[in-house]
C-alpha cells in the first residue's frame, strides 16, 4: 500500500471511530470537505502541515496516520445513518 493510501486509511478509520463527519474534520483542521475526501481515497499529496492539523483535530500524534493497516484489516467503514444526527419529535 502507498503512503497516500495508508494516511487515508489512517484519516478516515481515525474520523469514523470517533464520530466526526468529513465536513467536521476539514472544520476542525482549517480545510475543506473535498480536500478531505480526497486525502481519504489517497489520491491527494498530503503536506507536513495539513498532516499535523489532521493529526491534532483527531488528537493524535502525526506518526499514527502514517502506521500501516494491520495485515487484514478491514476498510474503514462510512458513519451510520448520515453525517448529521437524527432526531425525533414525541409529539
Given at each position: 500500500?502507498?503512503?497516500r493510501k495508508i494516511?487515508?486509511?489512517?484519516?478516515?478509520?481515525?474520523r469514523v471511530e470517533?464520530?466526526?463527519?468529513?465536513?467536521?474534520?476539514?472544520?476542525?483542521?482549517?480545510?475543506?470537505?473535498?480536500?478531505?475526501?480526497?486525502?481519504?481515497?489517497?489520491?491527494?499529496?498530503?503536506?507536513?502541515?495539513?498532516?499535523?492539523?489532521?493529526?491534532?483535530?483527531?488528537?493524535?500524534?502525526?506518526?499514527?496516520?502514517?502506521?500501516?493497516?494491520?495485515?487484514?484489516?478491514?476498510?474503514p467503514m462510512s458513519?451510520?445513518?448520515?453525517?448529521?444526527?437524527?432526531?425525533?419529535?414525541?409529539?
Amino acid at each position: 500500500m502507498d503512503v497516500r493510501k495508508i494516511i487515508g486509511w489512517n484519516l478516515r478509520s481515525l474520523r469514523v471511530e470517533r464520530g466526526m463527519s468529513q465536513e467536521r474534520l476539514a472544520f476542525e483542521s482549517a480545510t475543506d470537505r473535498s480536500y478531505v475526501g480526497r486525502v481519504e481515497r489517497g489520491s491527494e499529496n498530503v503536506t507536513i502541515d495539513r498532516l499535523d492539523a489532521f493529526a491534532k483535530a483527531l488528537g493524535v500524534r502525526p506518526a499514527k496516520l502514517l502506521e500501516e493497516p494491520r495485515p487484514g484489516a478491514r476498510e474503514p467503514m462510512s458513519l451510520s445513518a448520515g453525517r448529521k444526527p437524527r432526531h425525533r419529535a414525541d409529539g
